[in-house]
């Protein structure tokens, strides 16, 4: 997994989308962060962290690419329009789900 600055994450997104556009998906997920890198301990003292600072972690990956960004709550409005505007622009590819009502209700009548 590539962690990259907000900025070239950005592109690297467009890029990811672009690629899948006629057949894949991209997935993309978002987590608090508190900048750990070593998980919590389940029994015994728990240390107490407090993070300086909230931060979302965010990743994407086609299936075989993988990349992730730090997003700080100093930057977060900043990389939210220009995450939306991105999102808005690459989403038209979604397709219509078929509805299976009617076979439904004949499976049930049988």
């Known amino acids: 997994m590539v962690l990259l600055e907000n ?13 899948c556009r006629t057949s894949g998906s991209v997935v993309i997920t978002l ?22 600072d909230n931060k979302c972690l965010l990743r994407a990956s086609d299936g075989k690419k993988k990349i992730s ?25 979604l397709k219509k789900k078929d509805k299976k009502t009617k076979s439904k209700k004949t499976k049930a009548t049988q």
Request: glycine fraction near 4%; charge should be positive.
């Open 7 to 19: 900025d070239s994450f950005l592109t690297e997104l467009t890029r990811l989308f672009q690629k």
């Open 31 to 52: 987590k608090k962060y508190d900048g750990r890198t070593k998980p919590v301990p389940r029994k015994g003292h728990a240390e107490s962290f407090e993070p300086a």
């Open 69 to 93: 960004t730090v997003v700080t709550t100093k930057e977060v409005i900043k990389f939210q329009m220009a995450y939306s505007n991105l999102l808005r622009a690459h989403i038209d590819g």
